[in-house]
């Protein structure tokens, strides 16, 4: 399974090399250091965004995204040197010490005061992850019974805004550092319920929280406000423009369909919410 | 002692200051001067050169950005009540069980040996461990157990670890208030015929306990700010409620509001707790 998904990868990336000579100019100079693109992501950076927390293999659907975008920009694989950040550094003042930071940043308008973003890479649905023992106990994926559970989410994640704005939980929502320490709660019975985007959501109800389930999801397309993936950059970084002239070539020319089939989990089994 | 001789002083320099009290005066406002001016240069220093640093208006839009700070401010308050109130019920906890543990150590009869040593590994223990490790693994690893809620609540199991943490200090320090009352008085209790029990009580403890006020206090203040840890866990009091206003708008300003609503209440405790010092230390001199 991994190497066919290699080999589609490797297939989409070379197909468009020859589209790629337009933009490399665009890179030139604008770059940290000249002739490399640095790319950061988080640490550790979680599947299915980055398989084994290994972005230099291309796997996983960030990394998959951020070798296409360099790759458009005219850099080879061999000119991309990773980073990683956490959240505060990324948004610290001061020189940043990457060109851009891919890990699943929610462009919001707040947020792009103080930093810029790309152009949405992906878009993502918010999925509700919980444990068969909830759903045994009646809760369902209608909105009345979500607002009786006891919720838990990330406090850095926009989650939190979806939670209290469109969910309006009964009780006040814990929040917690990190998706570990989410599972935890969820795990010792803290929590009821979760709220994550779809494809992370997915992967933790199957491998990661015993007994977890997803009781259903939010479709982009349905939400007042849906959640949007760009990559993150300093503030009036000139390299902006040819990172978003690269991701909308990926996506009029299909690749970046090619590369979430790929590496993105088909979610079509999730109950919508109602 | 001290204020009787202060008082001969100042009632020899009311009638006719002498040569050496005006030269004494005279040293003084000399270094009051020489304070003032050292202190001044340093505020300007500080407000005029760091503005001129190239990165300041950077740090000043995302730190000191008043904007967000009006936007996230009144929900920093409302967070705050939770610290408080972790603190309100955590104080009483703290204290009585740092004066178990204390008396324990302090158990003298051979027979009590088990629970003098388990006074001493639960203070060894408990001081060297950090907060947030106790936190995490009572936290997250009791509720993991099975308890059905509200027995799994963060709150419950929060509280538990600041209070095993912060009365292994308190216990200490007890403890050495305890040891700071001289032998004699245990002596002179046993020969009015008290029992160890009621010398402990009435005669011990009621010293030792007012020795070590401004010591606790400190613990106090820290367990004030410490009580932001359990933010780990889930409840969202201003240090997590500041957290995410930070990722809401990419912008530190949020910690610095926190900070403020922290410092106004440690600010005047710290002070309070410096004066009970001081005000001991001229009792004792």
């Known amino acids: 399974m991994k190497l066919l998904a290699s080999t589609a990868l490797a297939l989409a990336v070379s197909g468009t090399t020859a589209l790629a000579a337009g933009h490399a100019a665009c890179a030139a100079g604008k770059t940290l250091t000249d002739g ?19 972005p230099e293999s291309g796997e996983g659907f960030e990394a998959a995204v951020a070798y296409a975008i360099a790759d458009k920009m005219g850099f080879d694989a061999d000119a991309v040197t990773w980073v990683r950040t956490s959240f505060d550094e990324a948004i610290q003042p001061g020189a940043k010490n990457f060109d851009f930071n891919i890990q699943q940043y929610s462009i919001t308008p707040e947020r792009d005061e103080m930093v810029d973003f790309s152009m949405p890479y ?22 009345d019974s979500l607002k009786s559970l006891q919720w838990g989410v990330v406090g850095s994640h926009t989650s939190y805004s979806m939670l209290t704005g469109v969910i309006q ?26 709220l994550y985007d779809l494809p992370t959501a997915l992967y933790l109800s199957a491998v990661v929280v015993e007994g977890g389930a997803l009781l259903g999801q939010f479709p982009a397309e349905q939400s007042e406000s849906p959640d949007h993936f760009g990559l993150l950059m300093e503030e009036g970084n000139p390299l902006k423009e040819c990172v978003d002239a690269a991701i909308t070539d990926l996506t009029e020319s299909g690749e970046l369909a090619a590369i979430e089939a790929t590496w993105l989990a088909e979610a079509t089994g999730v109950p919508v919410i109602k | 002692m001290a204020d009787a001789s202060s008082q001969d002083r100042a009632a020899a320099s009311s009638t006719a200051p002498t040569r050496r009290a005006l030269y004494e005066a005279g040293v003084r406002r000399r270094a009051n001067r020489i304070a003032l001016i050292s202190t001044l240069s340093v505020i300007v220093a500080i407000f005029v050169l ?3 640093a190239p990165g300041w208006e950077a740090v000043q839009k995302s730190f000191f950005n008043g904007r967000v700070f009006a936007a996230t401010f009144p929900g920093l308050l409302d967070a705050f009540v939770l610290n408080v109130m972790i603190f309100a019920w955590s ?23 088990p629970l ?4 001493i590994a639960y203070t060894d223990i408990f001081r060297g461990l950090p907060v947030v490790l106790v936190i995490y693994i009572i936290g997250f690893g009791v509720p993991g157990l099975g308890l059905p ?18 009365s292994a200090y308190v216990a200490e320090v007890i403890r050495s208030g305890i040891d700071s009352i001289h032998q004699s008085q245990r002596s002179a209790a046993a020969s009015l015929g008290l029992s160890d029990r009621d010398t402990m009580r009435y005669v011990v403890l009621p010293q030792a306990i007012r020795n070590v006020v401004p010591a606790n206090m400190n613990l106090f203040i820290a367990l004030q700010k410490d009580v932001a840890l359990l933010s780990f866990i889930g409840p969202v009091e201003v240090f997590r409620q500041a957290g995410v206003y930070k990722s809401l708008y990419a912008n530190f300003t949020p910690y610095v509001g926190a900070a403020l609503i922290f410092l106004a209440l440690t600010i005047p405790a710290t002070r309070y707790a410096d004066y009970l010092m001081n005000k001991q230390n001229k009792a004792r001199r």
Request: proline share 8%; with cysteine; net charge negative.
């Open chain 1, 122 to 143: 992906y878009t993502s649905a918010m999925a509700v992850l919980t444990t068969q023992a909830v759903m045994d106990a009646g809760a369902n994926a209608t909105l």
């Open chain 2, 149 to 166: 809620r509200p027995w799994n609540s963060p709150y419950i199991w929060g509280t538990l670890a600041l209070v095993l943490v912060y």
């Open chain 1, 169 to 194: 939980p009964e009780s006040d929502p814990l929040l917690y550092n990190d998706n570990a320490d989410v599972n935890a709660a969820i795990m010792a019975g803290q929590i009821d319920a979760a």
């Open chain 2, 91 to 113: 104080a009483p906890l703290i204290a009585l069980t740092g004066l178990a543990i204390a008396l324990c150590r302090d158990a003298r009869a051979p027979a009590l040996f």
């Open chain 2, 116 to 119: 003098r040593l388990f006074g």
């Open chain 1, 36 to 54: 490399t693109l640095t790319i950061a992501t988080g640490n550790p950076a979680y599947y299915p965004w980055v398989m084994n927390d290994a």
């Open chain 2, 50 to 52: 760091v503005p001129l």
